[in-house]
T-cell receptor
Framework: AQSVTQLDSHVSVSEGTPVLLRCNYS??????LFWYVQHPNKGLQLLLK??????LVKGINGFEAEFKKSETSFHLTKPSAHMSDAAEYFC????????????FGRGTSLIVHP | KAGVTQTPRYLIKTRGQQVTLSCSPI?????VSWYQQTPGQGLQFLFE???????NKGNFPGRFSGRQFSNSRSEMNVSTLELGDSALYLC???????????????FGEGSRLTVL
């Protein structure tokens, strides 16, 4: 069984300040972990993924995430927020390879103030 | 390379009607999965198809069904629509499991269904 918890439903930051979106997971398997972003009325776009290689994963648009097995966390960060980062972010857990049903977090809405 | 294409993008139906949504995956992707997204329940897995076979199914009533064709295109159908079926329905495609597939999903922009 697997689950994912996004610890904040909303995060509000000012443009130019750091972003931290928190995600904790549980999985019976060695997990694959993903962060996706969804802009209004759009599908989900992959930001980055962890698949048991480097624990610090760099993604698109300056985002990165660190896999911490001891803390079962996969938090998403960005040094400096941009207005265009305002969107919904989803942390997703999937098993490595094979057929699987991905588990989505409930999402974190990132609000960026000018 | 063309992305995942979903049609129609928007549709309005009334209770009791049925609806069919279509999804064309990325060329070469043989796995297609469907998700329902609502403000209350978030993103929920509906089903997944590979090589015209449903391999996984989420916890939805039998009114929700789907199929996949030999060209990997997929359709989902919802019969006897209820108000609660109003949602954004997302389709995603991915590579064949195994063969280096890390489970990354490629999503379409969704079909927004409104049931009146």
């Amino acid at each position: 069984a697997q689950s994912v918890t996004q610890l904040d439903s909303h995060v509000s930051v000012s443009e130019g300040t750091p972003v931290l979106l928190r995600c904790n997971y549980s999985s019976s398997y060695s997990p694959s972990l993903f962060w996706y972003v969804q802009h209004p009325n759009k599908g989900l776009q992959l930001l980055l993924k962890y698949t048991s290689a480097a624990t610090l994963v760099k993604g698109i648009n300056g985002f990165e995430a660190e896999f911490k097995k001891s803390e079962t966390s996969f938090h998403l960060t960005k040094p400096s927020a941009h207005m265009s980062d305002a969107a919904e972010y989803f942390c997703v857990v999937g098993a490595s390879g094979g057929s699987y049903i991905p588990t989505f977090g409930r999402g974190t809405s990132l609000i960026v103030h000018p | 390379k063309a992305g995942v294409t979903q049609t129609p993008r928007y549709l309005i139906k009334t209770r009791g009607q049925q609806v069919t949504l279509s999804c064309s995956p990325i060329s070469g992707h043989r796995s297609v999965s469907w998700y329902q997204q609502t403000p209350g329940q978030g993103l929920q897995f509906l089903f997944e198809y590979f090589s015209e076979t449903q391999r996984n199914k989420g916890n939805f009533p039998g009114r929700f069904s789907g199929r996949q064709f030999s060209n990997s295109r997929s359709e989902m159908n919802v019969s006897t629509l209820e108000l609660g079926d109003s949602a954004l329905y997302l389709c995603a495609s991915s590579l064949q499991p195994g063969q280096g597939n890390t489970g990354e999903l490629f999503f379409g922009e969704g079909s927004r269904l409104t049931v009146l």
